[in-house]
């Protein structure tokens, strides 16, 4: 990467991990879920609705992909559309961001052949100890608090599922713009009606209170993907990849700005831990 670059690539990687976590929080801020997410995804499919009709349809072979990945990130959605429901923003969001990468680096060894080095190795342990410490940083786990840790965890799992899918996927298409694009279009949909399914007429009157910061949040979370991929395409891809868990941190200080949650230093700690393990795995 051109020494000119690294400012703008760092700075489009910290922007995208500011607004990963902000989106998240909007999310988790409107208290009914499943309205913030229906409202979130009718946002990605307006834009990606838009962004089609600018970029190549993609070819053929990226479309196992695409279908495959736009599953996948339905999925997520409803298990972290279910976390929120349950538990702390603090918790949760750290829980379901750092198992992600630490299974993708799990997988590339024990499935796909791959091997760590000892820094990458002292990695694993970092983000498995951190994560470790998150679950527990109410105190001992009780019956109660397993649902919410479940679906953080299940959000990892599935997060991890579709990065690996979409490092495939994105190199059989031709345009990563418009990979992008036909991917959150095939996923937009699906929330939405969810919703409509679920509530019928009431929906559209509990849509109207949180209009615009479901909209927002959708418009915000486009953009934070946008940077990341921009940020591969101009630098170092593993470098990215790190750098943008810097989120875990982020919305660690809004869990307690606007949330109130409790700091707490086990669980500083505990994020700082995990965004450290995740920079020596990659």
Same mark, same amino acid.
Request: glycine share 10%; net charge positive; hydrophobic share 60%.
């Given at each position: $990467?051109?020494?000119?670059?690294?400012?703008?690539?760092?700075?489009?990687?910290?922007?995208?991990?500011?607004?990963?976590?902000?989106?998240?929080? $909007?999310?988790?801020?409107?208290?009914?879920?499943?309205?913030?997410?229906?409202?979130?995804?009718?946002?990605?499919?307006?834009?990606?609705?838009?962004?089609?009709?600018?970029?190549?349809?993609?070819?053929?072979?990226?479309?196992?992909?695409?279908?495959?990945?736009?599953?996948?990130?339905?999925?997520?959605?409803?298990?972290?559309?279910?976390?929120?429901?349950?538990?702390?923003?603090?918790? $949760?969001?750290?829980?379901?961001?750092?198992?992600?990468?630490?299974?993708?680096?799990?997988?590339?060894?024990?499935?796909?052949?791959?091997?760590?080095?000892?820094?990458?190795?002292?990695?694993?342990?970092?983000?498995?100890?951190?994560?470790?410490?998150?679950?527990?940083?109410?105190?001992?786990?009780?019956?109660?608090?397993?649902?919410?840790?479940?679906?953080?965890?299940?959000?990892? $799992?599935?997060?991890?599922?579709?990065?690996?899918?979409?490092?495939?996927?994105?190199?059989?298409?031709?345009?990563?713009?418009?990979?992008?694009?036909?991917?959150?279009?095939?996923?937009?949909?699906?929330?939405?009606?969810?919703?409509?399914?679920?509530?019928?007429?009431?929906?559209?009157?509990?849509?109207?209170?949180?209009?615009?910061?479901?909209?927002?949040?959708?418009?915000?979370?486009?953009?934070?993907?946008?940077?990341?991929?921009?940020?591969?395409?101009?630098?170092?891809?593993?470098?990215?990849?790190?750098?943008?868990?810097?989120?875990?941190?982020?919305?660690?200080?809004?869990?307690?700005?606007?949330?109130?949650?409790?700091?707490?230093?086990?669980?500083?700690?505990?994020?700082?831990?995990?965004?450290?393990?995740?920079?020596?795995?990659?």
């Amino acid at each position: $990467m051109p020494a000119s670059a690294f400012p703008a690539v760092t700075v489009a990687v910290l922007a995208a991990a500011v607004l990963h976590a902000v989106w998240n929080a $909007m999310a988790h801020r409107i208290p009914d879920k499943l309205v913030g997410f229906a409202l979130i995804n009718c946002a990605y499919t307006a834009c990606a609705g838009l962004l089609v009709c600018l970029t190549p349809f993609p070819p053929a072979e990226a479309w196992p992909f695409l279908v495959a990945s736009a599953v996948l990130e339905v999925a997520s959605q409803l298990f972290l559309l279910r976390a929120y429901q349950l538990g702390d923003f603090g918790q $949760m969001y750290p829980l379901a961001r750092g198992v992600a990468p630490l299974l993708v680096a799990v997988v590339s060894v024990t499935v796909l052949g791959g091997a760590l080095t000892p820094v990458q190795g002292a990695g694993v342990l970092l983000v498995s100890g951190g994560l470790a410490a998150l679950a527990l940083a109410n105190g001992r786990l009780g019956r109660a608090q397993l649902p919410a840790l479940a679906a953080a965890i299940g959000t990892g $799992m599935i997060i991890a599922a579709y990065t690996l899918v979409d490092s495939t996927g994105v190199r059989q298409a031709d345009d990563i713009l418009s990979y992008i694009a036909w991917l959150f279009l095939c996923q937009g949909p699906v929330l939405p009606l969810i919703a409509l399914a679920r509530r019928r007429r009431a929906l559209f009157a509990q849509l109207r209170p949180v209009l615009g910061t479901g909209l927002l949040g959708g418009v915000l979370s486009m953009a934070a993907y946008g940077l990341v991929i921009w940020a591969q395409a101009h630098g170092d891809v593993t470098a990215v990849a790190a750098l943008r868990e810097t989120g875990i941190l982020v919305a660690a200080v809004i869990a307690t700005l606007f949330f109130r949650e409790p700091f707490g230093r086990l669980r500083l700690v505990a994020g700082a831990v995990v965004l450290a393990g995740i920079g020596l795995m990659h």
